[in-house]
Structure formats: C-alpha cells, structure tokens
T-cell receptor, first 112, second 115 residues
Framework: AQSVTQLDSHVSVSEGTPVLLRCNYS??????LFWYVQHPNKGLQLLLK??????LVKGINGFEAEFKKSETSFHLTKPSAHMSDAAEYFC??????????FGKGTTLSVSS | DTGVSQNPRHKITKRGQNVTFRCDPI?????LYWYRQTLGQGPEFLTY????????KSRLLSDRFSAERPKGSFSTLEIQRTEQGDSAMYLC?????????????FGEGSWLTVV
C-alpha cells in the first residue's frame, strides 16, 4: 500500500527565511509525488510534481522539492518565505492507475 | 479555460435530508474524482470515473452515497439521509487521462453542514 507521512503538522518561519516542509513516502513501485497548497477557503493548487524524470523538481512561486529514493523522502523547500506563502501544504503520492493519496498536511505560518 | 466548477459552494441541511452536489470538470478531461476533506485533515479519496465508468470506490463511500457521470462530462454526488458525520468539504477534481503523472486539477469544493 502507498502512503505519505508529513513529519510536521505545523511549521513557523519568519519572512525572508528558508522554508522546509518534510515528507516521507511509502510505495511498492516507482511513485509519482506531488505537493499541493491550499489557502483558506480556496481549492487545492498544484505546486510541483515528480514523475521519474529529474530528481530535483522546480515548482511555482519559488518552491522546489528533491526526490530521494534512498531516504524515501520528498521534502519541499523555498529559499525565502513570503507572507503570502502562509497556507496548508499537502504531500501526495500516486501510483499508475490509482487515485491520489494525501498526507495530513502541514500548516505553514509566516511572521513579519 | 474555466477550471473545475462545483455547485453549490455551500449547503446547510437538516439531518436525514438528501443533498446533491454537481461537478463540471475541465473540458475534455476524461478522469473525474471525488474527495472528502474534514477540518484539519487531508482530502480522502471517495471515487473516480474514467469517462462515464465508475472505476473505483473507497470504503468511505457508504451505501448512502452515490455518484454518477452519465455522459462522461459533469458528475453528481448524492448523499441520502444525511448524518452529522457527513459534514465536510466535498472536492471534485479532473485530469486529462490515464497515468499517474497527469496533473489533477481541483475545484474549490462544496461545503456541507448537517445540522
């Protein structure tokens, strides 16, 4: 069975400092991995996805994630946080032919 | 492109009543998904369609829930005899086709409150 574990339920950073949101996955086969963001009362927006091409994936709004098979991790990073980055972030895994499996989410707070 | 559209956006209903949500996917997307999200949790998969065929249903989808996609375009999710535990946001999503690398696009969700 496939699953994802988001290691932090809440992360707080100051504006301008780096962001690290951690995700470990479990999958029997080569997975596809995604990060989605959800702003309050808004739908889910895709930040980036990994589909067995380059292991370092660049997404929107300056976010990137690195697929590390040996560590079964797919952590999300951003060099410099912005106030508008405050939101809920979901790490997601998918295998061919199956639906997306979401982690429980990490709430990112950004202070000025 | 108008994105995935869901109606109604908010619904308050009394326990025991039936409710129906509608989802219009992105044009020509042949996969359509339904998810449920409760406060503080990630979305949980309910069911998905490939064109008009319902290919998979989660154990979360009790017999009070039924989803249809009659012509392979829009979809409806009906909840019969609603219970307070059904209160959640119901998310619809669509994707262009088969393959786990296909991006899945989500609508803004339909909030259900059962009182």
């Amino acid at each position: 069975a496939q699953s994802v574990t988001q290691l932090d339920s809440h992360v707080s950073v100051s504006e301008g400092t780096p962001v690290l949101l951690r995700c470990n996955y479990s999958s029997s086969y080569s997975p596809s991995l995604f990060w989605y963001v959800q702003h309050p009362n808004k739908g889910l927006q895709l930040l980036l996805k990994y589909t067995s091409a380059a292991t370092l994936v660049k997404g929107i709004n300056g976010f990137e994630a690195e697929f590390k098979k040996s560590e079964t991790s797919f952590h999300l990073t951003k060099p410099s946080a912005h106030m508008s980055d405050a939101a809920e972030y979901f790490c997601v895994v998918s295998q061919a032919g199956t639906a997306l499996i979401f982690g429980k989410g990490t709430t990112l707070s950004v202070s000025s | 492109d108008t994105g995935v559209s869901q109606n109604p956006r908010h619904k308050i209903t009394k326990r025991g009543q039936n409710v129906t949500f509608r989802c219009d996917p992105i044009s020509e997307h042949n996969r359509l998904y339904w998810y449920r999200q409760t406060l503080g949790q990630g979305p949980e998969f309910l069911t998905y369609f490939q064109n008009e065929a319902q290919l998979e249903k989660s154990r979360l989808l009790s017999d009070r829930f039924s989803a249809e996609r009659p012509k392979g375009s829009f979809s409806t999710l009906e909840i019969q005899r609603t219970e307070q535990g059904d209160s959640a946001m119901y998310l619809c999503a669509s994707s262009p086709g088969v393959g786990s690398g296909n991006t899945i696009y989500f609508g803004e969700g339909s909030w259900l409150t059962v009182v």
